[in-house]
């Protein structure tokens, strides 16, 4: 972006076009039983919402590593946030509007 276009751009509704992707996302990951999410926006740098999703690797049998490899290797890739291993981070600032 810019330096005209970052002047310009509508704070207001960036942030709620994030807000309606978290939702997105929420909603979808939500459908699995034991799931946990939870949206925090970081105060230091990136202070826009990240995703933490969390679960119980007992009763949902997979790893966040995995979780994070399937979307890279997907079409269009998808890259998410570097993670601490009991959770995956979904940034939503950087995914392309649909």
Partial sequence: MDVEAFVKRD?????????????????????????????KAPQISNRVPHIHITWHEAKIKIKPKDV?????????????????????IVAVWMLAAE
């Fill in 68 to 88: 994070v490899k399937a979307p890279r290797e997907g079409t269009p890739a998808i890259e998410v946030t570097p993670s601490p291993a009991d959770r995956v």
């Fill in 11 to 39: 704070e207001k509704a960036e942030w709620k076009e994030w807000e309606r992707r978290c939702k997105q996302i929420i909603d979808s990951v939500s459908s699995v039983k034991g799931v946990n999410t939870e949206v």
